[in-house]
């Protein structure tokens, strides 16, 4: 296993090997940044891909939500800020088509947000994609040389695999002795629970947007008030890691009423207390406190691979970096 080795590309079956090569048909598990960004650049280079994904929708922690009464949140990933060149450059690129905005424009460092909502980007990303959702992977098992797909009502075979899921969901998608699983256990993620509030009328809030990590409300914006967005009050908020960890298992309803009033402190106004809508989110692998320290995994053949902001930080720059480099192994083999 590893990351940066050139894949390997069969001319031939030899034993069961499977043909891996411009005609391969691979599939990609997950429609969040890590698996669109891979299947964006296999497609672009010809690659015959098919994105499964169990949501309704794209973009994994990159969500929005709609609400009755116009509100709208982006209750998972708030924002994102490239480091490097080539992540600036994709959102700079999606800045030109409209799909993100830079927020705030106050910010030295340049920000940004998905128009209009998270899911912007991830709609963009997906464009021209064959994707499915709603499609639970059940397991993958190898078959013949390939490797088959199994979910509820249904199978397909793949000639390579590319799996982008949550680190700790990998490993029950293949056989306990499965050389990947040792390295997904030294991986760690850790929980969010996020609120969502929409409140009648215009409320005046005492700050947009604020982060205060020791909290049990670690993050608070009030998303209205990023571009493209409804007229509306609509606030998440956040809760720390402790809080997240000791109240994980509580019903939605239970945890959103828990934080309510922990928001209203926070915010130091009672209009809080009596919201339009109300609704939790359970962001049950929401961090990576300790990532897999290379780029994505890979089996010796090269046709079965791993990868997602887990194998390097908390960052959705992360997942992408692992997403590019995975596509990058398999079109040098093609």
């Known amino acids: 296993m590893g990351d940066g080795e050139p894949a390997r590309a069969y001319q031939g079956h030899t034993g069961d090997r499977a043909l891996v090569g411009p005609t391969a048909k691979t599939a990609v598990i997950g429609a969040g940044m890590a698996g669109l960004t891979c299947a964006r650049e296999l497609m672009q280079r010809g690659v015959d891909v098919m994105v499964f994904d169990k949501g309704r929708g794209l973009g994994g922690r990159m969500a929005t939500r709609r609400a009755e009464g116009g509100f709208q949140f982006d209750h998972g990933a708030q924002y994102l800020t490239p480091q490097s060149d080539g992540f600036s450059a994709m959102l700079k690129q999606a800045e030109a088509a409209g799909v993100v905005a830079r927020w705030p424009q106050d910010r030295e460092k340049p920000a940004y947000v998905g128009v209009p909502g998270m899911t912007g980007l991830a709609k963009y990303l997906g464009n021209g994609l064959t994707i499915r959702k709603e499609t639970r992977i059940e397991s993958i098992v190898r078959a013949n040389g390939r490797w088959k797909l199994i979910w509820q009502g249904g ?17 029950a998608l293949l056989p306990d002795e499965d050389p990947f699983n040792a390295s997904l256990k030294t991986v760690e993620m850790t929980p969010c629970l996020t609120l969502m509030v929409g409140l009648p009328g215009d409320v005046e809030l005492p700050f947009v947007a604020r982060r205060t990590p020791e909290a049990d409300i670690s993050w608070i914006v009030c998303d209205s008030e990023k571009p493209g967005r409804p007229d509306t009050t609509s606030i998440v908020a956040q809760a720390s890691r402790d809080l997240s960890m000791r109240h994980l298992e509580l019903e939605r309803d239970a945890f959103a009423k828990l934080m309510l ?23 049950r692998y929401a961090f990576v406190s300790r990532p897999l320290g290379r780029s994505y995994l890979a089996d010796e053949e090269q046709t079965l691979f791993a990868g997602g902001d887990w194998c390097l930080g908390a960052k959705a720059e992360d997942a992408w970096v692992s997403g590019q480099a995975i596509a990058t192994t398999i079109a040098k083999g093609l």
């Open 155 to 171: 199978d397909e075979t793949f000639d390579r695999v590319v799996i982008t899921a949550p680190a700790p969901q990998i490993g």
């Open 261 to 283: 009033p922990l928001l209203c402190k926070a915010l130091g106004i009672s209009a809080v207390i009596n919201p339009a809508y109300l609704s939790g989110h359970r962001w």
